[in-house]
C-alpha cells in the first residue's frame, strides 16, 4: 500500500484550537485532535503553544513525510505583522502554513472550494466573500464598531431594553425581568456593570436564551428578526461590492447565531428573497478544518 | 476679625482633581487647588492619594478647624462599594466628607441649589434631574450600551461613516480622509485598531475635531445635529420620569460637547423648542467644586 498522503486544517479559536488531517485523494477524515485557545491576540505566546502541540500531535501520528500542506485559521491573524511572525513560529514544521483568519478557512469548507458568500454571526460578525481568488469582506469590526447581528449584538440590544424601560420610569417588564435572572443581575446597574466586566462570549451567549424567551416574548422576537435582517443587508452590501450580483449565489452560513438561531435565519433568507435575490444557502457540515482540504485541491487545480 | 468659616468642593474626574474652597456666607473662593485624576475605576489607590493631597493643601492653608463641610462629586463612586471605603479612607478629616458622583456635583453647581435637569456630555454623558431632595437619571451607561450624544459616541459615528463606505465598496470620501488622518491611521483596519486600544477620552477628542470639520462637510453636521438630538431625546425622556414637566425647567449644560460645540447645542435646543417645553438653560460659569456652597446652603435653610 501506497503511504497515505495528507492535509492539515488548524481552527483556531478564541476557545480552542481544532486541527484535523484529511487525505488528499477524497477528504477522508484521518485523525482530529483538539487543544486550548489558538486567538493570537487573546494571548500570543498561549495560543502558538496551542496550535503547536494540535499540529505536532498529527504530525507524530501520521508522519510528517506524508503532510503535504498545513493551512491555519486562526482568529486575530489580520493585525499587523502577525503573518510574519507565525511564519517564523512554525518555520520548524516539514511544509510552510497557509494562514488565513479563521473565517476565511470556514469559507473554503462551507463552500467547498466554491466562489461565495460566508455569513459569521457567533460572537461576533463578519461577511467574507471569495470570486476569482479575490476576497471581500463586509462587516466585523468588533463589539464597539460593529458586529451587527451578532451573538453580543443581540444581547446588548436585549440589555438595552432593560436600560430603556429603565431611562423612560417604566416598571420593569416581564421580559426584562429575564434577562436579568439571565445575568444574575440584581438591578440595571449591576446588569450594565456586566458588559464592561465580563468577556465577550459570556455576554453573547444570552442570545441562547433570547432564542427560547421568543416563544413567550415579542420583544425577543423583534431583536432577533433585527438581526436577521441585520446580517441580510451586511451581505447585501457585499454581494454589490464583490462581482457577484446577477447569478446564484452560493452562501454559506458560520456561528451559532445564524445555524441555531431559527428566528434569525428565517428573517436573514426572508429579507433576501424579498429583494429577489438568487442564492443557495450552504450549511456547514463539517469542521472549518476541512477548509484545508479545498485549498489544496484549489491549488493542485491551477 | 472673625475666622473665615469655609467648606472644600473636590471635583475627581479622569484626569485631574480640582478642591476649592469657598466661604460659607457668599460662596467666595478662597483658595483652589489642583492635582492628578479622582477616577477611582481608573486607579483607586492613587485616586485617593490625589484626592487626599488636594484637599490637605486646603486645609492647611485655610486651617482644618474652619472647614464647615467637604463635598467630594466622584466619577465612578456608585460602583459597588466605593462610598463606605471612601468614608473609611476620609476618616481623619476634621468632617465626614459627602460623596456623589462628578455629575452630581456639577448639577448644584450649575443649578446653584435649584431643582431641574443637568445635561452632562463631554467623554461620555449622562442626565441627571434633582427634584425635592430625589435624584432622577437617565443614560450614561457607558460608551458600549449607551453615552448617547456623547464624545465618544460622535468620534465612533464618524469612524463608523468610514467603515460604511469601506463595506459598501465607495471611494473614501474627503470627510473619511479627514477622520482617518486625525487617528494617524493608514487604512480603514488601523482606524478600527485604535478604538479598541486607545483611551476612551482620545477616541473622543475628536468630536471636537469633527466641529471645526462642520463647516465643510454635511456628514460632520449631520453627526453633531443628531448628538444634539439624542441629547434633546434622552433629556424629555429624563423630564418626563421626574416630576418635572409642567412648569418652566432649568437645564444645565455640562461637559465640553454641549457646552463648546455650538452645532450640538443649536440641535439640542431646537429640538426642544419644537416639543414646545419651557425651559431656562443654564451654562456653566463656576466650577462643578462650587457645588458644595450650594449644598450647604441648602443644607443649612432645612
Not at 502554513?97 to 467547498?112: C, H, M, S, T
Not at 430603556?164 to 420610569?169: F, L, N, P, T
Not at 432564542?211 to 452590501?237: F, P, V
Amino acid at each position: 500500500m501506497e503511504s497515505m498522503k495528507y492535509v492539515i486544517g488548524v481552527d483556531c479559536g478564541g476557545t480552542k484550537t481544532e486541527a484535523s488531517a484529511y487525505t488528499i485523494t477524497d477528504g477522508e477524515l484521518l485523525e482530529t485532535t483538539t487543544t486550548g485557545f489558538g486567538n493570537l491576540v487573546v494571548d500570543y505566546s498561549k495560543a502558538v503553544a496551542n496550535i503547536r502541540q494540535a499540529v505536532d500531535i498529527l504530525l507524530q501520528t501520521l508522519g510528517a513525510g506524508d503532510c503535504q500542506m498545513i493551512v491555519m485559521g486562526i482568529a486575530g491573524i489580520d493585525s499587523g505583522g502577525f503573518k510574519q511572525k507565525m511564519a517564523e513560529e512554525f518555520s520548524y514544521l516539514p511544509v510552510n502554513p497557509v494562514f488565513l483568519n479563521d473565517a476565511q478557512l470556514a469559507l473554503y469548507a462551507i463552500l467547498k472550494g466554491q466562489d461565495g458568500v460566508v455569513v459569521t454571526a457567533g460572537t461576533g460578525s463578519i461577511m467574507l466573500g471569495l470570486v476569482d481568488n479575490h476576497w471581500y469582506r463586509a462587516g466585523g469590526w468588533g463589539h464597539i464598531l460593529g458586529d451587527e447581528g451578532s451573538g453580543f449584538d443581540i444581547a446588548k440590544k436585549a440589555i438595552q431594553h432593560v436600560l430603556h424601560e429603565y431611562d423612560s420610569g417604566e416598571e420593569t417588564s416581564a421580559f426584562s425581568k429575564e434577562i436579568l435572572t439571565f445575568f444574575d443581575a440584581d438591578d440595571v446597574f449591576s446588569l450594565a456593570k456586566k458588559v464592561y466586566q465580563v468577556d465577550k462570549g459570556e455576554i453573547a451567549s444570552a442570545a441562547q436564551q433570547i432564542g427560547t424567551l421568543a416563544t413567550d416574548y415579542s420583544q425577543a422576537q423583534i431583536i432577533l428578526e433585527t438581526a436577521g435582517e441585520t446580517l441580510a443587508k451586511k451581505t447585501l452590501q457585499l454581494i454589490n461590492k464583490a462581482p457577484l450580483a446577477g447569478k446564484p449565489i452560493s452562501i454559506g452560513l458560520n456561528g451559532s447565531v445564524i445555524q441555531k438561531n431559527e428566528r434569525v435565519l428565517e428573517a436573514f433568507t426572508r429579507y433576501l428573497d424579498n429583494c429577489q435575490l438568487p442564492y443557495d444557502l450552504h450549511k456547514k457540515e463539517a469542521s472549518s478544518a476541512k477548509g484545508a482540504y479545498y485549498i489544496y485541491k484549489g491549488e493542485q487545480k491551477l
